[in-house]
């Protein structure tokens, strides 16, 4: 069984502090993606990264894929109320009884203002 | 285009009862798969369906099934209830999954459904 291993947990910081997010895996993903998932509403596709060492930019966001496509974290600068909200990484694998798609637990971020 | 379209959006049950809940696709999508979220699991997958066929199935008891309608709409059904299906009940809609260029493995997901079995 493959395993995503999303830290910390929980995040709960104020306004403006920046903070960033882990996924770990001993395994090789072919993409990853991040979704993040607001109370009483489904995940929501924030970006995928396929390329090793890939880094996208989404405004305040930045994502960073591994060189070995086995680990990616997200960056957030400035942290917004809005950015609250349970942050999920996924990685593509095709078939098997997990999915397509082996989701870590999340990263729980509480963003004070 | 309208989301992914889940109901109900929450319900209550007992032990030992069954449930049906349903998702519409967006208009399109012809892949629909089936997640279980809990707070201590995260989110684990059920079953993804595609032309009405089942396609893959994720590692749970046999009291959980679904099926995929000639329009896409999917439904799942859990039988004889137990405290611990309860949980918020994921469906997600995507394209032709042997589509490989942009916008594959995307999941668009609705809003679930919350079933709390008393």
């Known amino acids: 069984t493959q395993l995503l291993e999303q830290s910390p947990q929980f995040l709960s910081i104020q306004e403006g502090e920046n903070l960033t997010v882990y996924c770990n895996s001993s395994?090789?993903?072919?993409?990853l993606q991040w979704y993040r998932q607001e109370p009483g509403e489904g995940p929501v596709l924030l970006v995928t990264?396929?390329?090793?060492?890939e880094v996208k930019k989404l405004k305040r966001l930045t994502f960073q894929f591994g060189d070995a496509r086995k680990d990616s974290s997200l960056h957030i600068t400035a942290a917004q109320p809005g950015d609250t909200g349970l942050y999920l990484c996924?990685?593509?694998?095709?078939?098997?009884?997990?999915?397509?798609?082996?989701f870590g637990k999340g990263t729980k971020l509480s963003v004070k203002p | 285009k309208a989301g992914v379209t889940q109901t109900p959006r929450y319900l209550i049950k007992t032990r030992g009862q069954q449930v049906t809940l349903s998702c519409s696709p967006i208009?399109?999508?012809?892949?629909v798969s089936w997640y279980q979220q809990t707070p201590g699991q995260g989110l684990q997958f059920l079953f993804e369906?595609?032309?009405?066929?089942?396609?893959n199935k994720g590692n749970f008891p046999g009291r959980f099934s679904g099926r995929q309608f000639s329009n896409s709409r999917s439904e799942m059904n859990v039988s004889t209830l137990e405290l611990g299906d309860s949980a918020l009940y994921l469906c997600?809609?995507?394209?032709?999954?042997?589509?490989?260029?942009?916008?594959?493995?995307?999941?668009?997901f609705g809003a679930g459904s919350r079933l709390t079995v008393l």
């Open positions: 997600a809609s995507s394209l032709d999954p042997r589509w490989i260029g942009p916008g594959a493995n995307v999941l668009t």
């Open positions: 395994s090789v993903f072919s993409s």
């Open positions: 990264v396929v390329t090793g060492g």
């Open positions: 996924a990685g593509l694998n095709y078939g098997g009884s997990q999915g397509n798609l082996i």
């Open positions: 208009s399109g999508h012809r892949s």
């Open positions: 369906y595609f032309s009405e066929t089942q396609r």
